[in-house]
């Protein structure tokens, strides 16, 4: 074959890898507006629940960077009646019944405490969607998210409930493993998991740690 020919064949196997990413997108665009779900994003969690059975038992349940409510939405369908959400973001977004939203920074002191307050004990299950605003360049879009990921899991050391559990959304290049293994200090089991409602050519993925040894 020539270099032209492998060229060709190559740009061929890149355009249908990307022809599919965007089907199984927009299936996921389709489904949750027909379904009645906020985002696509809402299917990854159900995915994660899923593998991890992570909603059913948990009481107390806090959503970082919540809107536009995909997330909330399904912890709220998938918990006990008598379960109390906590979502916040910087952004409002439309109510849902069972979620109590909070705006502001989730760092921020007096917002951890009125989250608290409002849970009434510390949190069973703490979950992130979070990314920041990307620029494009892998790496760089890595290290945030990396930094974002630490953020979180200050959170979750502080308002975990003992054997309680969190889920934080990850970007892949390089700094993902150690932070994997920094958490098996603080949780017994922890992973990697990559819905498949997630794009493939994405480099988003999610950690899952379970059983906080608080």
């Not at 064949?9 to 022809?19: H, V, Y």
């Not at 990921?149 to 308002?159: I, S, Y």
Request: glycine letters at 6%; charged letters at 25%; hydrophobic letters at 45%.
């Amino acid at each position: 074959m020539t270099l032209a020919g492998m060229e060709i064949r190559g740009n061929r196997k890149l355009s249908s890898r990307l022809w599919l990413s965007r089907r199984v997108r927009d299936i996921y665009v389709k489904r949750a507006r027909r379904e009645g779900y906020r985002s696509r994003a809402a299917f990854k969690l159900m995915e994660l629940d899923d593998k991890f059975h992570l909603i059913k038992n948990a009481k107390r349940m806090v959503d970082l960077g919540a809107a536009p409510g995909g997330w909330s939405q399904v912890l709220a369908l998938r918990s006990s009646q008598d379960a109390r959400i906590a979502a916040i973001d910087l952004l409002p977004f439309n109510s849902l019944n069972r979620v109590q939203q909070f705006l502001g920074n989730f760092e921020n002191e007096n917002n951890q405490l009125d989250i608290m307050n409002y849970l009434g004990q510390k949190a069973d299950l703490i979950v992130s969607d979070m990314a920041p605003s990307t620029v494009g360049h892998a790496q760089s879009d890595h290290i945030q998210i990396m930094r974002l990921a630490e953020n979180v899991r200050a959170f979750a050391l502080t308002f975990l409930v003992n054997r309680g559990a969190f889920v934080v959304k990850i970007f892949q290049g390089g700094k993902e493993k150690l932070f994997l293994e920094s958490l098996k200090e603080n949780f017994l089991e922890v992973c990697f998991f990559k819905p498949k409602s997630s794009r493939s050519l994405s480099a988003e993925m999610y950690i899952v740690a379970m059983e906080f040894m608080g």
